[in-house]
């Protein structure tokens, strides 16, 4: 089936390129309109021209400021409230992800993560918007 509209829209945030480039290629090959961003700064920007129904962001985004992909979620959350986060990062405890859900996020994977996995996680997102 091919994917396609709004509604379909993925946003990867992500400071390693190859990250941005994997996840890019997986779910524009799976028909996703794909977007990515590499700084907290740009993905404001994404959000703020357009409509993501899915953001993937990474926790650290840069050296500057710690956990910087939070400040995404929450930015994504309140731009639209239906917007399905997946967060990513290292060494990812349960107490983190029991709080990355309450934030708000949808799902969070520990790096090096299962494409597949990522890919299963925003088909149920979008399929849920569609509805």
Not at 58 to 72: A, C, T
Not at 74 to 90: D, F, L, Q, Y
Not at 98 to 117: M, N, Q
């Amino acid at each position: 089936m091919e994917r396609q509209g709004k509604s379909h829209r993925v946003l990867i945030v992500d400071d390693e390129p190859t990250i941005r480039l994997t996840l890019s290629h997986t779910l524009g090959a799976a028909g996703y309109d794909v977007a990515t961003a590499s700084s907290l700064e740009s993905a404001r920007e994404a959000m703020e021209l357009g409509y993501f129904p899915v953001v993937i962001t990474d926790l650290w985004l840069s050296g500057r400021r710690p956990m910087e992909g939070l400040e995404v979620l929450h930015h994504a959350r309140k731009c639209c409230p239906k917007t399905g986060v997946i967060v990513m990062s290292v060494d990812v405890s349960e107490e983190f992800r029991e709080k990355v859900r309450l934030l708000g996020a949808s799902h969070c994977y520990e790096k090096p993560f299962d494409i597949h996995e990522i890919l299963g996680s925003v088909r149920n997102i979008t399929d849920k918007v569609v509805q």
